[in-house]
């Protein structure tokens, strides 16, 4: 990237991103990291914040004290204010002294806020619990019980009381168990006449979270529906909800989340709790819930009821996956007027075949359109082609391109040549997989067979049905025996066996070809590769001569693109896409070896403005 470029593309994630993840702990650094200027302090704390754990935190407080002479919380209170210095509070207090006050603010005063009860006795594990009582106690001189009691009545008390002992098991779930708890609850709900309540606390808060998952899973595949939708049925009310969130704790949350997003304002209070208190599994359990139960991307919701700083601190929390980063980072370089192009090139050129699907993946689920279509929206011309090229699974693009090139009158060889040739089985049965999906009825090797003929139409057939070696090597004696068949195949024979030579190249890949070459060349004194010069011809020669050195045959496609006058942006475009940048660094210094200039060069003088710096960025 130009220097000018590169400026660019880092002026742009300081105004975007949601910051850096810092490297590896060190409670240390972190604390003079935070130990800046008013200004730069919202961004340090939400990088590191959001970046570590509660007890790290406790450290990172410590050490706080130490090098600044200060209290952390009270210098956050100092340096933000609204929800960002709500949501640092809750990352940085002790969980057992913020859970303690959550669950005392919902119980203070008139009414009493059930959800936050049932979501904290539901969700913490018996230690976590046995922590809050102690702090809920130091902090307001009562037991935690005898609020719950004072506060709560009928079933909901008892159940929740329960849970107050933290005593629950902690095992990993038992098949057996599942099966017996699921009878259990069966003959206590919808196999009598009522509802046996007390059976349904009596077994759900004993067992661990993950026995309760699997009654559910049990009673499923007993009665025909799950344990939650026979819950729903039999009970009601704050009594329905404990159950349904000791069953699935996960989905429960999901469900508060979206009430706290729901209609009018925000519930940032419940919202901060939630992000702050799950984490990891948990988080991505809230999201798969929250997608499946409300139709819509927990982060999504997220995102568009907050704002500023606080927004980026609660979506660097929901998002866990670097995908999931870099889809919001998209969408917001595509956010209203204007698109903010660096940070496009920069995320698209940068990222592997595998990572660009999964970022497709995560931008889909966060968006509701395909990354493909929103960068159209936003982009034109060869730019925007390159871009959405990189936007969609390399095995996609690549059936749309053969599509392309056997469409109408004629068919463009060289793409065939140039995408089966260097591509590997898996790759190929990717392909394939892809063609037959997005165009239903028809496979590839039919459409191939339709639209080539000859020895040429044999030898792509030949590819399709993956049956190229995966070994590079072979040894010499086989290469020998190999090499001597084939010129007893072909040069030292009047006319040439091309099933021989159809068969053996694409058997072997494309190094153990090179090895076979070279026995060819001791055997002749010169290569396979000219004897291939003289015995076939066409697309069928073209072909067999890439099979064995892929590299030069795709570095001259390059050269092709920009020689003469004008430039082939679609054959540019597809050369590149359909190469890794790793497979792409052989074929660059090919294209050096054999036109003694550099294809980054070449494609500079060829090309311009943002298409310019997406070539270079993603080649550099």
């Given at each position: ?469 995966t070994v590079p090597t072979i040894s010499k004696q086989e290469a020998e025996k190999v090499a001597e068949d084939l010129y007893k195949g072909g040069e030292k024979r009047l006319g040439t066996n091309d099933e021989l030579f159809v068969t053996t190249m694409t058997k072997y890949s494309p190094k153990q070809l090179q090895t076979i070459s ?103």
């Amino acid at each position: 990237i130009t220097m000018s470029m590169a400026e660019e593309v880092a002026l742009s994630f300081e105004n975007l991103s949601l910051g850096p993840v810092p490297a590896a702990f060190d409670a240390a650094a972190d604390a003079r990291s935070l130990g800046c200027n008013k200004t730069e302090f919202e961004e340090a704390a939400m990088n590191i914040f959001t970046s570590r754990t509660n007890l790290q935190m406790q450290r990172v407080a410590s050490e706080f004290l130490k090098q600044i002479g200060s209290d952390l919380k009270a210098h956050v209170i100092n340096e933000t204010s609204g929800n960002l210095e709500k949501l640092l509070c809750a990352l940085l207090v002790p969980y057992d002294y913020y859970d303690a006050e959550q669950m005392y603010l919902a119980m203070k005063g008139l009414g009493t806020n059930e959800d936050v009860l049932i979501e904290v006795l539901t969700s913490r594990t018996n230690a976590e619990i046995a922590a809050m009582k102690v702090a809920f106690q130091q902090k307001y001189g009562k037991t935690l019980e005898k609020w719950v009691e004072s506060e709560l009545g009928g079933d909901v008390r008892r159940a929740l009381i329960a849970l107050c002992k933290g005593a629950r098991e902690e095992d990993s779930g038992s098949h057996d168990v599942a099966h017996a708890d699921a009878q259990i609850l069966y003959k206590a709900g919808e196999g009598k006449l009522g509802t046996d309540e007390k059976k349904f606390i009596e077994v759900l808060t004993k067992r661990s979270r993950a026995q309760n998952l699997a009654t559910n899973h049990a009673y499923q595949q007993k009665y025909g529906k799950t344990l939650e939708e026979a819950i729903q049925k039999e009970v009601s009310g704050d009594f329905r909800k404990t159950m349904l969130a000791l069953v699935n704790p996960d989905r429960f949350a999901a469900s508060l989340v979206h009430k706290a997003i729901a209609g009018l304002g925000t519930d940032d209070t419940a919202l901060i709790r939630l992000l702050a208190r799950h984490s990891g599994d948990s988080i991505e359990n809230m999201k798969k819930w929250y997608i499946k139960d409300f139709k819509t991307a927990m982060q999504t919701d997220i995102e568009g009821d907050t704002s500023g700083n606080y927004r980026k601190a609660m979506m660097r929390l929901a998002c866990k996956t670097p995908a999931e980063y870099d889809a919001l980072f998209l969408r917001e370089a595509m956010r209203g007027l204007g698109t903010n192009d660096a940070v496009l090139i920069e995320i698209l050129t940068h990222r592997t075949p595998a990572q660009r699907t999964g970022l497709a993946k995560a931008f889909k689920l966060d968006a509701g359109k395909s990354l493909k279509k929103s960068i159209g929206g936003d982009t034109s011309g060869h730019y925007g082609k390159f871009l959405q090229a990189l936007a969609v699974p390399p095995a996609s693009f690549a059936a749309k391109q053969l599509r392309k090139a056997m469409s109408g009158i004629g068919t463009k060889e060289s793409v065939l040549i140039e995408i089966l040739v260097t591509r590997t089985n898996t790759q190929i049965k990717e392909i394939k997989e892809a063609y037959e999906r997005k165009y239903r009825g028809k496979t590839l090797e039919s459409d191939i067979k339709g639209d080539t003929s000859g020895n040429f139409e044999s030898a792509l057939v030949k590819l399709l049905r993956c049956v190229r070696s995966t070994v590079p090597t072979i040894s010499k004696q086989e290469a020998e025996k190999v090499a001597e068949d084939l010129y007893k195949g072909g040069e030292k024979r009047l006319g040439t066996n091309d099933e021989l030579f159809v068969t053996t190249m694409t058997k072997y890949s494309p190094k153990q070809l090179q090895t076979i070459s070279e026995a060819y060349e001791r055997l002749t004194s010169h290569r396979l590769e000219k004897a291939i010069e003289k015995e076939c011809s066409g697309d069928y020669k073209t072909m067999l001569i890439a099979l064995i050195d892929p590299e030069t045959y795709c570095a001259k496609l390059l050269k092709a693109a920009t020689k003469g006058l004008g430039t082939d942006e679609d054959q540019l475009i597809r050369t590149l896409v359909s190469q890794s940048k790793t497979d792409m660094q052989p074929i660059l210094q090919r294209y050096e070896q054999l036109f003694g200039a550099s294809a980054l060069d070449d494609i500079k003088a060829d090309t311009s403005g943002d298409f310019q710096h997406a070539l270079v960025a993603y080649l550099a």
